[in-house]
């Protein structure tokens, strides 16, 4: 069975910029629906049931039609929010260091520039769905719970969620409010990591 992962901080550890309330209702309700629906709708693939999330999610191409939807949805819901947590940290924000710093510098000017950039690409999503930093430093997006994983490619070194059940609570309609205040928790220590273990 898939499980939910424990958040590797305490729901109020990010309160500053993103409430106790809002952590509690996006991990405690909405990654945890997104598990139990996964079991339920693999009740009959117990080999499916059987993956790590993350290998299940890379199958997408090659699972029965029958749980196609729920593999793209559901899995890709349950990925994406379990490494979104990695991402945020109540030790995280400012700015990163060594290769990943230099990278980002060397592709977009500066690192004011690259979050310019991330900001605008996440604040262009229509709708629901996330926006990524790939490892070669190129920024995506991807509507519902898709995720480039899904189709064969890299995992992302960081990623937002930008469904409005991510900051509707905290910031109402104001997605731009959200995204300012996520790059205070934004967790580069993570990301530096994620971004030296694929290209060293
Ligand atoms: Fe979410």
Redesign the pocket.
């Known amino acids: 069975m898939h499980k939910l992962p424990e958040l590797p901080y305490a729901y109020d550890a990010l309160g500053k910029y993103l409430s106790k309330n809002i952590m509690e209702l996006?991990h405690a309700q909405?990654?945890r629906l997104y598990v139990e629906k996964l079991n339920a709708a693999l009740a009959d693939h117990p080999e499916l049931l059987a993956m790590p999330v993350a290998d299940l999610v890379r199958s997408y191409q090659s699972v029965p039609e029958a749980v196609k939807p729920a593999v793209r949805n559901l899995a890709g819901g349950h990925y994406n929010?379990s490494l979104?947590w990695q991402w945020m940290s109540p030790d995280g924000g400012g700015e990163p260091s060594g290769p990943l710093m230099d990278g980002l510098v060397a592709r977009y000017g500066s690192f004011q520039a690259f979050v310019d950039a991330y900001t605008e690409k996440s604040l262009g999503v229509f709708g629901s769905g996330w926006s990524w930093l790939m490892p070669d430093l190129s920024i995506e997006t991807s509507p519902n719970q898709d995720t480039p994983v899904a189709e064969g490619r890299p995992e992302p070194i960081l990623g937002l969620?930008v469904?409005e059940?991510?900051y509707y609570v905290d910031f109402t309609y104001k997605r731009a409010d959200y995204v300012k205040a996520w790059w205070n928790v934004a967790n580069w220590q993570h990301a530096q990591e994620r971004y030296e273990s694929d290209t060293m």
């Open positions: 996006h909405h990654h929010h979104f969620d469904w059940h991510a």
